[in-house]
């Protein structure tokens, strides 16, 4: 994570064309734009609010939340399988895939999804063992997040629908 950061304040990158194009929606928040849902303006608006309006800033943000999706892999795998050394070796996998490395430099709504996604799938297995009210609320809020990231969200959702209607 540290080597993504000096890496990121030490090149002079510009934003890329869907990065600019997020920056300047976050300028205009709208309840939507032509083809993506408002999730990735609003928290470019925020982040740049607290932290200053700088390409550094801004590209931050998918490396964080790359960081907290690596988090969350790590309770997926330690929950599933209840061993440490499995859940950190998941974790570093999760963290040091080619795909996530290089994505973690790109602000995109594909790194907001995966964080509320594995949020979701973790919500999911907390609600499968301890069912209650609150539990099946985190679990809306974090499949909406997920959704008012990326609409492909809705895939979840219908995975949900076969998961908790399913005959046993």
Aim: positive net charge.
């Amino acid at each position: 994570m540290i080597i993504k950061f000096i890496s990121i304040y030490s090149t002079n990158f510009d934003l890329f064309g869907d990065e600019a194009q997020y920056w300047l929606w976050s300028k205009n928040l709208d309840f939507g734009y032509f083809s993506k849902p408002p999730l990735l303006p609003g928290i470019i608006a925020l982040v740049c609010s607290v932290f200053g309006n700088s390409f550094f800033v801004i590209k931050m943000i998918s490396v964080l939340m790359y960081c907290v999706s690596s988090f969350v892999v790590f309770l997926i795998s330690n929950k599933l399988y209840k061993n440490f050394d499995l859940a950190l070796l998941t974790a570093a996998s999760f963290f040091l895939m080619p795909a996530v490395s290089v994505s973690s430099f790109l602000v995109s709504t594909d790194v907001i999804l995966v964080l509320f996604w594995s949020l979701a799938l973790l919500q999911t297995l907390i609600v499968k063992e301890k069912p209650s009210f609150l539990n099946f609320i985190l679990l809306g809020v974090f499949v909406g997040l997920a959704f008012l990231a990326k609409y492909a969200a809705i895939y979840f959702i219908v995975s949900l629908i076969f998961l908790f209607f399913e005959k046993t």
